[in-house]
């Protein structure tokens, strides 16, 4: 089973810039989708950008323009770069495998935390 560890995380400052990093374990993950997730106290965990196996990505609305997603398959990396950070990115962030049908099917990892204080 793949694992995967979530890193970069940290305080930074409204309009600041953070890039979190997802290491995978295991072959199978330059021919997964992958994604990124975060959950903020208080509320549901929700999907912020997913990347395809060749590289085309997608953003949540509220992150488009601001984030991006991008992998290094030769690495078993994931990124996920944020600019123009708000207090309302405050959560914790995790990545995850995408299956068949868009949705994180591997095991939850225990994320990185993303403060931006205004």
């Known amino acids: 089973q793949v694992q995967l560890v979530e890193s970069g995380g940290g305080l930074v400052q409204a309009g600041g810039s953070v890039r979190l990093s997802c290491a995978a374990s295991g072959s199978i993950f330059s021919i997964n989708a992958m994604g990124w997730y975060r959950q903020a106290p208080g509320k549901q965990r929700e999907l912020v950008a997913t990347i395809a196996a060749g590289g085309k990505p997608n953003y949540a609305d509220s992150v488009k323009g601001r984030f991006t997603i991008s992998r290094d398959n030769a690495k078993n990396t994931m990124y996920l770069q944020m600019n123009s950070l708000n207090p309302e990115d405050t959560a914790v962030y995790y990545c995850?495998?995408?299956?068949?049908?868009?949705?994180?099917?591997?095991?939850w990892g225990q994320g990185t935390q993303v403060t931006v204080s205004s």
């Open positions: 995850n495998i995408l299956n068949y049908l868009g949705r994180a099917s591997g095991s």
